[in-house]
């Protein structure tokens, strides 16, 4: 009889030590984590800084996440500079710059300018809080297409600063665009 209940002793301690030894390994585990400085700076995300855009006219940043693809600098009076930086997994927001002379009658002799003001159905006036003064913005909304403009004088020159996407994008294109004013410095 003694060894029966010996036998049933240490049967019911190894089941009670089984359990409690897959309770522990299921719970989450709790405690401190040391790794070196090296292991530290291998294993964090890298976060990308804006990209400068510098010219003989103006200096400006644009979101990390946006690559140049066009820079062209021209004798042509009506556009010195265009710059084209696109976003290529954003579904192809870009950003577009292009700087020429101011027309001496003003905004009211450029063609794209003059495309927003006639066509109030499909542009639309627009001011954020920090927009620089007197440069009037528009945007337009075509379908699955979103398109924000700033037409931008300054002395004899003017810059048309524009930022298009997805329409689902709005907010990170609006974004853009206040990113891009805010860093915009003219020479």
Known sequence: MKKL?????????????AIAI??????????????????????????????????????????ASFEVKTNVESDN??????????????????????????????????ASYNLRIKNPDTYSTIEFGGMPAGAPTFYSTAGAHYEITTFWPRASLVATISVSGNSDSKTEINQALMQVLGSWQWR
């Open 22 to 63: 897959f309770i522990t390994l299921q719970q989450s585990s709790r405690g401190t984590v040391r790794q070196s400085q090296d292991q530290i700076a291998t294993s964090q995300p890298t976060v990308q800084a804006p990209k400068k855009i510098d010219t003989a006219y103006f200096a400006v940043t644009v979101p």
């Open 77 to 110: 009076t009506q556009n010195i500079i265009q710059i084209v930086a696109v976003q290529s997994h954003a579904n192809g927001q870009q950003i577009a710059v292009t700087v020429g002379v101011l027309p001496s009658a003003g905004l009211a002799d450029i």
């Open 5 to 17: 209940v010996l036998f049933i002793a240490a049967t019911i301690i190894t089941i009670s030590a």
